[in-house]
């Protein structure tokens, strides 16, 4: 089995770098998981494996609820809790 490697980013202003990178991991023959923490928009150039919708669906909470520094904390912690 392909050892999994955790690949978090704000993929609305870094969706290029972050697809390159999860491109690059592929290539070494390891299994990244994307997961977008972005709070500006809309993924660019790449699909998450798992959204800023269902982290903060994963904190039983949405997206809406939230001022930006808050969910940046949330997102974070809840990545961290997915280890």
Known sequence: MKELVLVIGTL??????????RDKLKEYGLNPY?????????P???T??????????????TIEKFKMQDLV???????????
């Open 12 to 21: 609305d202003t870094k969706g290029p770098e972050v697809a390159y990178l």
């Open 73 to 83: 904390e949330l997102l974070l912690n809840k990545c961290v809790n997915l280890l």
């Open 44 to 46: 660019i150039g790449i």
């Open 48 to 61: 998450p494996d798992f959204s800023k919708a269902q982290l903060a669906q994963f904190g039983g909470t």
């Open 34 to 42: 994307v997961i977008d923490v972005g709070i500006l928009g809309e």
